[in-house]
């Protein structure tokens, strides 16, 4: 229950993406494939959120951190909760754009 909590009113420390993603971190965008072609972050994957459970052992090979990230930050939380609850480190970076100007 506290990490509902945090994860909604965003209490606790901030995440450095910037360190995760020097660390060898991928970025997991979760928008459509059409949304991604618009527009994303240099080096992102694109896995829908629609498909993301097909994409869990592949993810979970990389061994990495994954930072999720959509338009508003609702899909990539979605996904975020799909992945921690695979065992899998992640963070959820929210709207892609606000993203790419903090990194």
Known sequence: ???FLKNVFNSGPATDYKTLLEAGAII??????GEFSQGHIKG???IPLDQIGTKIAFLQGKNVPIITVCRSGAR?????????NSGIEVYNGGAWDALNAQI
């Open 28 to 33: 997991v965008d979760v928008r459509t494939a």
């Open 76 to 84: 990539s939380s979605s996904a975020a909760g799909i992945l921690k």
């Open 44 to 46: 992102s994957v694109n």
């Open 1 to 3: 229950m506290l990490d």
